[in-house]
């Protein structure tokens, strides 16, 4: 299965971006798939998931500001971030349960 991540760039504090994740297979059985980030120099963390039934959860960083959905019609997973700050600086990628990670897209926040 391949994982198609876009939908990053370069954007000031508060702003937002909505990231996409097209898998290349249907996700319907995939339970739960999550998004990832990796900032320079640290390890990768985990942002938020969601399930096949929509039910979600998120990182305390994430909580109040990034909204993940999923379109198992169109095999993507999206995740809305709002109030973005410069520590969510980041290559963010998608992952279902029990796959390997697919190619990220770079989120870049500037002050």
């Known amino acids: 299965v391949q994982l198609q991540a876009s939908g990053g760039g370069l954007v000031q504090a508060g702003g937002s971006l909505r990231l996409s994740c097209v898998v290349s297979?249907?996700?319907?059985?995939?339970?739960?798939i999550s998004w990832y980030r990796q900032a320079p120099g640290k390890q990768r963390e985990w942002v938020a998931s969601?399930?096949?039934?929509?039910?979600?959860n998120y990182a305390d960083s994430a909580k109040g500001r990034f909204t993940i959905s999923r379109d198992n019609a169109k095999n993507t997973v999206e995740l809305q971030m709002n109030s973005l700050k410069p520590e969510d600086t980041a290559v963010y990628y998608c992952?279902?349960?029990?796959?390997?990670y697919g190619q990220g897209t770079l989120v870049t926040v500037s002050s």
């Open positions: 992952k279902p349960l029990n796959m390997p």
């Open positions: 297979r249907s996700i319907v059985s995939f339970n739960i």
């Open positions: 969601i399930t096949n039934t929509g039910n979600s």
